[in-house]
T-cell receptor
Framework: GAGVSQSPSNKVTEKGKDVELRCDPI?????LYWYRQRLGQGLEFLIY????????KSGLPSDRFSAERTGESVSTLTIQRTQQEDSAVYLC??????????????FGPGTRLTVL | GDSVTQMEGPVTLSEEAFLTINCTYT??????LFWYVQYPGEGLQLLLK?????DKGSNKGFEATYRKETTSFHLEKGSVQVSDSAVYFC???????????FGAGTRLFVKA
């Protein structure tokens, strides 16, 4: 079946503009994650959605970042008033409902954001 | 808090060499452990996993054993190929719920 998809694949924007990134998880996956990966660095957790529970926003770096998810489907990550340090690859992952310790995640190809 | 530490790269090897990428972790409880791989131009994908002590995960010739006594999950392959060139991420999950903690990644270059 289809994997996790993200759009756009690349986004170039000017400092101060708002951007919206989209993630389509695997159908039936109740958990959805957003990560940020700066050049040459590891994954930085941003936010987590699980079903109808309140999202865990503890990884969002500032109030310029927000994310929404409609039910168990599409999610959008919005960055307002973008700054150059926001330049990174933004990765989305989905996972079946968490059961105990196993939590394999399926990643999308990412959106490469460049803020000029 | 929980953390994952993996060896810094890049690691450069010749084809057919033996590979070890070290990974150690700090966690409360009993996490699941993972290795993810990111090939050039592609998204992260799960390489192998282990859910309890002494479990060995294996896939595509790669292996890693969950060592609780040394809190380690080192990745090994007996004979690397050029196509194994990628970034490898060690990760843990499940100690406090959903969060997965990733290491910084180790870039592997394999020369023909």
């Amino acid at each position: 079946g289809a994997g996790v998809s993200q759009s756009p694949s690349n986004k170039v924007t000017e400092k101060g503009k708002d951007v919206e990134l989209r993630c389509d998880p695997i159908s039936g996956h109740t958990a959805l994650y957003w990560y940020r990966q700066r050049l040459g660095q590891g994954l930085e957790f941003l936010i987590y959605f699980q079903g109808n529970s309140a999202p865990d926003k503890s990884g969002l770096p500032s109030d310029r970042f927000s994310a929404e998810r409609t039910g168990e489907s599409v999610s959008t990550l919005t960055i307002q008033r973008t700054q150059q340090e926001d330049s990174a690859v933004y990765l989305c992952a989905s996972s079946p409902e968490w059961r105990g310790t196993l939590n394999e995640q399926f990643f999308g190809p990412g959106t490469r954001l460049t803020v000029l | 808090g929980d953390s994952v530490t993996q060896m810094e790269g890049p690691v450069t090897l010749s084809e057919e060499a033996f590979l070890t990428i070290n990974c150690t972790y700090t966690a409360t409880g009993y996490p699941s452990l993972f290795w993810y791989v990111q090939y050039p131009g592609e998204g992260l994908q799960l390489l192998l996993k282990a859910t309890k002590a002494d479990d060995k995960g294996s896939n595509k010739g790669f292996e890693a054993t969950y060592r609780k006594e040394t809190t380690s999950f080192h990745l090994e392959k007996g004979s690397v190929q050029v196509s194994d060139s990628a970034v490898y991420f060690c990760a843990l999950s499940g100690t406090g719920g959903f969060k997965t903690i990733f290491g910084a990644g180790t870039r592997l270059f394999v020369k023909a």
